[in-house]
């Protein structure tokens, strides 16, 4: 598997793994709440088990940091990030996205091409 490929797969679970914690969040946020200690309260499992992926994710990214160059996986896995958040948003939760956010969606996925083909 060349570098790029091992760079792009640690980016894409990395992005995966945070889109996840994202979606949980927005999830939790939308429950009815009298107020926010209530709804931290009555929903803790499911901010725990998100604060944990976060900091899965806090950690998987140092390890795979010492061995990939932090030029290519950072973008990478940023992008893929952004992207992965949009696509929750738009199919889990129905938001409605716009042309311009498909614009950009197409310009961070053409980014992620042009890095690979530079890596």
Known sequence: MSKFMMILAHSILLASLLAFSHGLLKWVSGQAHD????????????VLVSLSVYGLVFFYY???LRGSPISTLYPIY????VLFVMLIGR???LEVGSVYQTIGAGLILAGIVVMGGSA
């Open 62 to 64: 140092i390890f795979v």
């Open 91 to 93: 199919f889990v939760f």
């Open 35 to 46: 107020n926010y200690f209530d709804l931290l309260v009555e929903h803790w499992l499911y």
């Open 78 to 81: 940023t992008g893929l990030s």
